[in-house]
T-cell receptor, first 113, second 112 residues
Framework: AQTVTQSQPEMSVQEAETVTLSCTYD???????LFWYKQPPSRQMILVIR??????QNATENRFSVNFQKAAKSFSLKISDSQLGDTAMYFC??????????FGQGTTLQVKP | DVKVTQSSRYLVKRTGEKVFLECVQD?????MFWYRQDPGLGLRLIYF???????EKGDIPEGYSVSREKKERFSLILESASTNQTSMYLC???????????FGEGSRLTVL
C-alpha cells in the first residue's frame, strides 16, 4: 500500500528567507503524480505545485519549487522569499495512475515578520 | 473558477442523530471525494465517486455512507453519529483521474 510521510509537524521561517518542507512516500508503481497543497487558516485547500513522476525536471511555480528524487522516493517543497501569506498547513499528496489520492499528515508553517 | 460548495460550515449534533453533509460542484467534474481531517492524521479518504451513482470505499468508510444521484452533488451520510466522528470534513472534486483536486471550505462537525 502507498504511504506518504511528512516528518515535520511544525516549522517556522523568517519573512524573506527560504524554507524546505520534507515529504517521503512509498510505492511500487513507476508512474504516478505528486502534489503539494496549501491550507491557509480557516480557508480552502489549494494546489501549490504538481509533479509527474515520469518528468525528471523539477516543477516550479514562482517562489515554490520541488526537489523530486524518484529513487529516494522524496518530494520536498522549497519556498523562497517567504511571505506572511505563506503561513498555512502544507500537505504532500501521492496520486497513483488509478486515481487514488493519499495525503501526508501535514506540516504547519509559520512565517514570522 | 471552479467552485465546490459544502452546505454547512459548522454543525453540532447529538450522538445517534442522522447527519447529512452536502457537497455541490459547478464544473462538471467526474470525480468527487469525501475526506476527514484530524490533527496529526492529515486527510483520510472516506468515500469517493468516479461518476454518477458510482461509489468506492476509501480508507475509513465505517460509520459512513454516500449518495451521488446527480453528477454535481455528492452527499456524505452519518447514519448514527458518534463522538468519534467529531472532525473536519472536506469535499473535493476533480476533472480527471490524476488532476488537481478542488476543495470545499470544509464542514466542522461536533457530535455531543
Amino acid at each position: 500500500a502507498q504511504t506518504v510521510t511528512q516528518s515535520q509537524p511544525e516549522m517556522s521561517v523568517q519573512e524573506a528567507e527560504t524554507v524546505t518542507l520534507s515529504c517521503t512516500y512509498d510505492t511500487s508503481e513507476n508512474n504516478y503524480y505528486l502534489f503539494w497543497y496549501k491550507q491557509p487558516p480557516s480557508r480552502q485547500m489549494i494546489l501549490v505545485i504538481r509533479q509527474e513522476a515520469y518528468k525528471q525536471q523539477n516543477a516550479t511555480e514562482n517562489r515554490f519549487s520541488v526537489n523530486f528524487q524518484k529513487a529516494a522516493k522524496s518530494f520536498s517543497l522549497k519556498i523562497s522569499d517567504s511571505q506572511l501569506g505563506d503561513t498555512a498547513m502544507y500537505f504532500c499528496a501521492f496520486c497513483s495512475n488509478t486515481g487514488k489520492l493519499i495525503f501526508g499528515q501535514g506540516t504547519t508553517l509559520q512565517v514570522k515578520p | 473558477d471552479v467552485k465546490v460548495t459544502q452546505s454547512s460550515r459548522y454543525l453540532v449534533k447529538r450522538t445517534g442523530e442522522k447527519v447529512f453533509l452536502e457537497c455541490v460542484q459547478d464544473m462538471d467534474h467526474e470525480n468527487m471525494f469525501w475526506y476527514r481531517q484530524d490533527p496529526g492524521l492529515g486527510l483520510r479518504l472516506i468515500y469517493f465517486s468516479y461518476d454518477v451513482k458510482m461509489k468506492e470505499k476509501g480508507d475509513i468508510p465505517e460509520g459512513y455512507s454516500v449518495s451521488r444521484e446527480k453528477k454535481e452533488r455528492f452527499s456524505l451520510i452519518l447514519e448514527s453519529a458518534s463522538t468519534n466522528q467529531t472532525s473536519m470534513y472536506l469535499c473535493a472534486s476533480r476533472v480527471t483521474n490524476t488532476g488537481e483536486l478542488f476543495f470545499g471550505e470544509g464542514s466542522r462537525l461536533t457530535v455531543l
